[in-house]
C-alpha cells in the first residue's frame, strides 16, 4: 500500500513539473493562444488590427449624403493590409444601419463595423415648399395648401406659416423623432377663434406630414367643431 502512494506521488510530481514547463502562446490576443501554456516559446501568431478613421457612431439626416471615413488596418509588424468595407447605410430611409470592415491575414480574420443612425430633423421639414390636401373643412378650418414650414424656437420645434387660407397665422408644435404634436392653441380669425391641437407623423423619408386635428371655431355661422386629417407632402 505504501508503495502504491509513493507511486502516486511521484507521478503527481511528475504532472505537475510537466505542466509547469509547458510552452506555447500565452498571449490572450493571439489567434493561436493557448490558455495551458505557462511559458511563451515566441510562436504566437496575431490576425490584422483594424482602427477606424473618425466616430463609430455616426447620425446623418434622412435624404442627406453619407460618405464613410473608411478604417485601416495592420499586421502585428505593422505593415499594412487591406481592408474590404460593406456599407448598408441606405440614406433615403430612416433606420439604424451598419458599415463593415474586415481584414484577412494568413493567421484569420478580423472585422470591426460602425454604426451609421439615419434619422428625422429639422433640415427636413424646413423645405420651402410644402403642399397640403385634406379632409378639413373650407370654412370651419379651412387650411391653406402652400403653407411655410420652418424650425421654431428650439431645435425640434415645427412652425406652419400661412396656416388658415386668406387669414394666415401659424401653428406651432414640436417634433420628436418622427412624432409631431401641436398642442392646444388659438388662432383668431377676426370674427371669432379657431382653437385646436393635433397629433402626426414624418413618413421615414421625411417627405411627408400627417397630422389629425382637432378643432373648435367659434365664428358665427361659419364656425363649428370637428377633426380632420391634413397631409402635407414636400415638392
Known amino acids: 500500500m505504501k508503495n502504491t502512494y509513493l507511486i502516486l ?4 510530481i511528475a504532472l505537475t513539473l510537466g505542466s509547469c514547463k509547458k510552452k506555447g502562446c500565452t498571449d490572450a490576443s493571439a489567434s493561436n493562444y493557448n490558455s495551458i501554456a505557462k511559458k511563451d516559446d515566441g510562436s504566437c501568431l496575431y490576425k490584422p488590427y483594424i482602427t477606424l478613421n473618425g466616430a463609430p457612431t455616426v447620425t446623418i439626416n434622412v435624404g442627406t449624403t453619407y460618405t464613410d471615413a473608411g478604417a485601416t488596418a495592420v499586421n502585428k509588424d505593422g505593415s499594412a493590409v487591406t481592408v474590404t468595407t460593406t456599407n448598408q447605410v441606405d440614406v433615403t430611409t430612416v433606420g439604424t444601419y451598419f458599415v463593415n470592415y474586415s481584414a484577412t491575414n494568413a493567421n484569420g480574420t478580423t472585422t470591426a463595423k460602425r454604426t451609421v443612425n439615419v434619422v428625422i430633423s429639422a433640415d427636413n421639414w424646413t423645405s420651402p415648399t410644402w403642399v397640403v390636401s385634406s379632409t378639413c373643412g373650407a370654412t370651419a378650418f379651412p387650411l391653406a395648401t402652400d403653407p411655410t414650414i420652418i424650425t421654431g424656437a428650439t431645435a425640434n420645434a ?3 406659416d400661412n396656416f388658415f387660407n386668406l387669414v394666415g397665422g401659424t401653428a406651432s408644435g414640436t417634433i420628436n423623432g418622427a412624432s409631431v404634436s401641436i398642442p392646444l392653441q388659438t388662432i383668431n ?5 379657431v382653437n385646436f391641437s393635433g397629433t402626426g407623423t414624418m413618413n421615414s423619408t421625411g417627405t411627408q406630414i400627417q397630422i389629425t386635428y382637432n378643432y373648435d371655431n367659434t365664428t358665427p355661422l361659419i364656425g363649428g367643431q370637428g377633426t380632420c386629417v391634413a397631409i402635407y407632402d414636400k415638392q
Open 158 to 160: 415645427i412652425d406652419i
Open 9 to 12: 506521488a511521484i507521478v503527481m
Open 189 to 193: 380669425i377676426t370674427l371669432g377663434d
